[in-house]
């Protein structure tokens, strides 16, 4: 037993160490989680240290420990070890220790596998835990919090209530004091009307008193003073107080208001019978309107007496009412009462019920409608079709109307083109006026030209004979070296007179090319005699003249002016031009 | 429209004879006597003091002055100036004083209302009506002229007697269902007796001329009731005005209400059409106010006013009366048919610029006449649908269905109109002031 013992005693250590690894588990976890392995190497320490310091397993134990491991083992659901006695000592089989070892590990593994599930388990209850605790509270002080209220409410309803009941209380006391006030204002009203009335006939006594002395007095002064008396204003005598007079008053009242009754009354019948006669009417109404379709089937051919007699019958009894009422009209009130009360009451009902076959009708017609009408898509689809045609159509007629407003456009056009025609016309007359103004100017241009060119060609010849007669004048001047010099020089000053008076006319007829260059500057000159011409700055030149050389005064007046100066010094020139020409033909015939 | 000049006058005492021929006045205790189209003074009697009241006989031919602090009346003759006739009443008093519709007979009401004494002038003789009540209106003639009904207090209880005016026999005597009767008053054809009960309760009694009770109307109960009453010259309707504003009109055949007038001060009605009158100062140049024109007078500082037709809703003037007061100012104060029984004049005292114009056939507002100042008076014209009216200016308003205008009074030396009232042709009407009087013609149809 004492082996049996020990054992456990053994393994206490390993259960305290086990405990004390549960305990300490927080800090062996990261250890045991982050190196699995050294668990191994650790244990093999651990063995080992138990084998140096508890020494489980001794050389001379050996079997007794295997007896307990497999003891142990064998509670465990594990085979044991077998023990080799083979050789000289018995020695463990090293295939089943590894084997136990080897479940032993596992079961070691699976053991704190679960741990750690039932760890993290734990954990999680201890939150859950937690949570139902919050929870629960939260809950509990929720309770409290209603339960609070709930007393405060009650507080408040006992506190109403005693103000209910002190109102109450209140309203009793006032209704009191208010059946007393009513009491008090009734028996003051009593009492006013009794101390009024009391009055009043103090006041009746004294004024009694009063007309008795009166009476009694004889006031001397109450007096009436005529000078005489007056007659009555519809001038008969006053007549005395009688029984008759009383009834002939009575009767008079009476007349009187037996007159305003009979008045009342015959206004009142006027009244009534203009009613009847609007009853009458409507009566008539009623039943003509009734009636349209036994009086179509009293129209229908006699052939077929039967319907007719039915349609008289059918029409009878309201020719019947008819006469009755009219009848009934004439009678007395008490008597036609009934009867007209009752015949606007058949004809009230006839009417009803027509009005009911007329309704019944209506929606008869309109239920077989409803039965023939298309159905609701079919509707709507034509109806969109419709309303897209009408969509088109509205386009057309738009476009329409714009088309005949253009068309209305043209004719507006026309009548601007008139307008604008009539401009063109003004324009076009006053064009034609400066048309001809300017053919006019073109014409004594072209004339200017003329008289220019003709100018510049009697220039050219001038300059051909100039040019002949320095050739002369040379050759005679070279023959002058010669002894024919006397016989030659009388030619020369004739010549010399020749040329004498030509400068003279030439710058009397210079204004007009000075004139015209300067009022048609930039116009193209025809040039048909330019290419043998000189130019009109080289004529200028050899005229001595430019545009400046003129008087300033004349170059503003205008052309036409300045044309007709031109063309009158033209005419004054025209005899010196001509003797010019003369000497130009002699001097060419001569050379 | 055309201004006569203007007459002096005392106590606003004038009255023209009911033939339409004559004008009476009084100044102090003289009695003037004219003409009225020639205004010429026809007669000037001398009493032998002021006199309080004035009224012509029934015929024409007499005036009767009343001195009521003297107990006195004097009866002038028209046609025979020397006659005369005076009565004294003696130390019993005076208080009221009037003629019988036969025009011979005159009835004082002594002080404390001790009795009526009835003075024929045919024979001198006296007669006495008991028991007389002071009230509102205690007595009422028929229209014509043949019975007197008369409310009367006896033990306590009010009664109303019918006397024959002939010879002043009693007729009817009958207790009156009122708690305390404040006026009598026969329907125009005179077979219709209306009695209505004093302000504190609402009642209106229609009795037959027989005395029989022909109905009993009460609007409402526990408040103010009726304030004046006013029958329609065909004595088809009876209008009663009361202090909750409204104006009831009664129908002649079953004596219930037919329609009931409201005078809300806002007036949303289109077919109500409101006239309001704009006063305008003329705007004087100031280099016009020479020396000359103030001294002109009045007439530079006179306002010229004018109808405008506001658009709807117009809100009319109300003042708020004064509960503390007695005679409250409030309810319908003044009632009166137009001639031709189509249109209805009333007045509300709370809103006193305003005149409000009823159509009879309608059964609605025609017209609301709106004013610058509180109306003093209105009287429909004799023959026409004519309304005139005055506020106490210097102008006289008119109203007809045409229309309406303001015309002011054209007389020297600012003519303020305090009281007006008709020539029975209706051709002429008589502006009182406050101690002259003015006749004004209207333009006829001669004219123009």
Redesign the interface.
Known sequence: MGDWWTPPVMTDPSLGSRELAGVSHVEESPSRHDSPPPTHSSKGLAKHSYSLLTAFCTEENIAQCVVYINQEAATLGLCGVSIETGGTEPSLGAVSALNLLYELLQLQRRGLQTLHDLENQQLKNNSDLDHLQHNNSRLKDQLEHTRRENSGLHEGERQLQLKIQTLQRYLKSEKEEVQKLQSIIASRATQYNHD??RK??ES?KI?ER??QL?VDKR????????????????GKR??W?TNK??AR??G???K??LS?YEG?HQALMQENAELKKLLQLIKKDMVSMLSPQKTSTKVMPPDDSLEQAGGQAGSDPDDEVLECSRDLMEQSCEQAREQLANSIRLQWRRLKTHMQRLDSQVSLAASREQEEVISRRDHEETLTRMKVELQQCTEFIHIQQQLLQQLSFPCDEETAAMLNDGYLLEEKERLKEEWSLFHEQKKNFERERKNFTEAAIRLGREKKTFEEDRALWLKTQFLNLTPFVDRKRPAVSRSATAIGPDPRPRVLSSPAPSCTSSSRTGVSTPVSASLSLPSTTELYRTLQIGPDSRAPGRRGTNRFQSSEIVTKSRLCDSSADCTVFALVREENGAS | MNFSEVFKLSNQLCKISPDGKYLANCVQYRLVVRDVNTLQILQLYTCLDQVAHMEWSSDSLFILCAMYKRGLVQVWSLEQPDWHCKIDEGSIGLVSSRWSPDGRHILNTTEFHLRITVWSLCNKSVSYIKYPKACQKGMDFSADGRYVALAERRDCKDHISVFVCDDWHLLRHFEAETQDLAGVEWSPNGCVLAAWDSCLEYKMLLYSLDGRLLSTYSAYEWSLGIKSVAWSPSSQFLAIGSYDEKVRILNHITWKKLVEFEHQATITNSKAVVFKEVEKRPVVPTEDLSIHQIAMGSSLFDTRSKYEIPPLPVQVPVVKPDPDRANPKIGISAVAFSADNRYLATKNDCMPQCVWVWDMRTMGPAAVLEQTAPVRCFAWEPRRARLAFCTGNTKLYLWSPAGCLSVEVAVEGGFQVQSLFWHCSGDSLVLLGKDQLCLCYMATKEEK
């Open positions: 009024a009335k009043e006939r009746t004024k009063l007309n009166l006031d001397k002064r109450l007096a009436i003073e005529v000078v005489n008396c007056v007659g009555r204003a519809d006053g007549l107080k007079m009383e008053h009575e008079d009242m009476y009187a208001l305003e009342r």
